[in-house]
């Protein structure tokens, strides 16, 4: 991190994994003032949204570094902004993908509105990506692990909001992401990477629309 961020406030969005832990763990070594803020976003009982367990392990990673946890719940503006675009997406026969507006919306967006009222001068994630400022504007730059590279599902994020971003793991490969997890004790050093659609997890996915979708073509 080329940014200066001691004593200045930093809301860090905790999933509950590897990669916002150790995105935590890297801004407090800097000197950050360091919030977590962890997010609802889907609310179901079917058992694949592993919401529960992950605000737990957020709860164990925030006792460890010391650093205070706040929670939101953004699940209706998640089902506004990002998911009811999804299913029309499928019903006209394309295939979305929603992390996309789901950054732009929700991570970088009510988010980030959420942060500042929190106090905070930055927004963190646990992203592979970095920012650069490219004609005196804000830009985007792929995180330097190739294999693991978030930045496509970045790109819709705005100038505005990459002015106010860091991104501790930019710079980092997932492996020395894990060995940092594992050497400092973090809780979640070994816990599996997520996967499936942002926030609602990894499920039977022809099933998933077939009941939250039902005129999704059947080749779909």
């Known amino acids: 991190m080329d940014i200066n961020l001691h004593n200045q406030r930093v809301i860090v969005g905790l999933s509950g994994g590897v990669d916002s832990a150790v995105a935590a763990l890297l801004l407090k070594d800097a000197g950050a003032d360091v919030h977590a803020l962890h997010m609802t976003n889907w609310e179901d009982e079917d058992g694949y949204c592993t919401a529960a367990d992950d605000l737990q ?3 164990r990673i925030c006792d460890q570094l010391d650093i205070p946890l706040h929670h939101a719940n953004f699940a209706r503006q998640y089902r506004e902004r990002v998911f009811t675009n999804f299913l ?3 019903r006209r026969g394309r295939t979305p993908n929603p992390d996309v507006l789901c950054n732009r919306e929700i991570k970088f967006g009510v988010f980030r ?3 500042q009222r929190l106090g905070g001068n930055w927004v963190a994630t ?3 990506a ?3 400022v490219i004609d005196g504007t804000p830009g985007l730059l792929k995180g330097a692990d190739a294999d693991k590279d978030q930045s496509y599902f970045l ?3 705005s100038a505005e909001a990459l002015a106010q971003t860091v991104f501790p793991l930019g710079g980092m490969q997932k492996a ?3 060995q940092v997890a594992r050497d400092r004790g973090l809780p979640v050093h070994d816990k599996k990477d997520s996967t499936g659609i942002c926030f609602i997890g990894e499920r039977p996915f022809r099933e998933f629309l077939g009941t939250t979708c039902p005129l999704v073509p059947d080749q779909y």
């Open 113 to 115: 509105e959420y942060a």
């Open 57 to 59: 392990d957020a709860r």
């Open 88 to 90: 029309d997406e499928y």
């Open 130 to 132: 970095r920012t650069a």
């Open 155 to 157: 790109h819709a994020v």
């Open 176 to 178: 020395e992401v894990r």
């Open 126 to 128: 646990g992203h592979y």
